[in-house]
């Protein structure tokens, strides 16, 4: 997928929010069909984006399957109904931390829908073994632009040390664990790192020369898994390691999340205020046939003093016959941020 923010751009910091807009285009979708109230809660089959799965998981009142395959198998199954292998059929609805481009069809020619659906953060967990950092570890940008571009390879380094107060001093080769599957995740982190990891923000050795995407060329010595959930098991068994992968499945792994220096140069831990503080910097966007897509653009870099630096939103997409989505977006947005996402503003 491609990120687009050279589109005509509604300010988020309208008197209409955002989860206003999101709800009213779910209403305006079902507008043919019987009342919200009287439709069932069964929604059927979905696939995507493993950021959700915790908040999914822990819905309650609704009857639907959802694989966490990645946005990019989840879109995939969405578009052509074909379901990943013990998905069952057919699939009514995909999440994707990667918006649309608006230009993708749907097999058999039903229209659908894209609307924000959850605020997620992609933390930059890590293994503390060996490592001195008792108040939490501190990274500045220039340092996690050097680990995730390969050129800081030890935790003794000295950019992480003088982030740190010099209490990290030890000799840890670093081991960073990247997602191997197309993933929304990596697409919210790539993007962050293409607009900050660039001089004269950074040292020229720790530059991100790799792009934004849900797949990027990563150095080949970096570690790979499938899936956020099998990321942070090999964060957690790996001595030197840090890895990405969002909020809500690093506090279900407790496993802890560097504190990140933002725009503003605060160092900001990642919480659900934090990242909805970061969304509001963003700006709405209504595009495609009919304007029935909504994505949120500029979210690479917040510049609000308490947003989490790297957050992003998850795109519920669902087929514009379909009913029962709103009650589930607005029991989704009201259950995300007890389990570690950010709610709409």
Aim: with cysteine; aromatic share 8%; net charge positive.
């Amino acid at each position: 997928m491609v990120f687009y923010s050279d589109r005509k751009l509604t300010q988020l910091a309208s008197s209409v929010s955002l989860f206003a807009i999101t709800i009213g285009l779910v209403v305006s979708q079902s507008a043919t069909h019987k009342s919200l109230a009287q439709t069932s809660k069964n929604i059927g089959n979905g696939a995507g984006a493993s950021t959700v799965n915790t908040l999914f998981t822990g819905l309650k009142g609704f009857t639907f399957t959802y694989s966490p395959v990645g946005s990019g198998a989840g879109l995939t199954a969405f578009f052509t109904q074909k379901p990943p292998a013990g998905t069952p059929s057919p699939i009514t609805f995909a999440a994707s931390d990667d918006p649309v481009a608006g230009t993708e069809t749907v097999t058999g020619g039903r229209g659908y829908v894209q609307v924000p659906v959850t605020g997620v953060g992609i933390t930059l967990t890590y293994n503390a073994s060996g490592l001195t950092v008792p108040a939490g570890l501190k990274l500045s940008q220039a340092s996690y632009c050097g680990i995730l571009n390969g050129s800081i390879t030890n935790w003794n380094d000295k950019s992480i040390s003088a982030d740190n107060g010099g209490q990290i001093a030890v000799n840890v080769p670093i081991k960073v664990v990247r997602r191997a599957d197309s993933s929304g995740s990596t697409f919210i982190l790539s993007s962050h790192l293409n607009t900050v990891c660039k001089t004269p923000n950074v040292p020229a050795a720790n530059v991100w020369k790799n792009g934004a995407g849900t797949t990027v060329n990563w150095p080949n010595t970096f570690l790979s898994a499938t899936g956020g959930g099998k990321l942070a098991d090999t964060v957690a068994s790996t001595k030197g390691a840090i890895g990405y992968v969002d909020n809500a499945t690093r506090v279900s792994k407790t496993l802890p999340a560097a504190i990140l220096r933002n725009k503003a140069g605060n160092y900001v831990p990642v919480s659900p205020a934090a990242i909805t503080a970061a969304i509001k910097d963003g700006t709405v966007v209504t595009y495609g046939t009919g304007k029935k897509l909504t994505r949120i653009d500029n979210l690479t870099n917040p510049s609000s003093a308490s947003a989490y630096p790297i957050s992003g939103v998850t795109y519920l997409l669902y087929y514009s016959d379909e009913t029962g989505f709103q009650d589930f977006i607005k029991a989704a947005n009201a259950l995300a941020p007890s389990l570690g996402y950010g709610s709409l503003p």
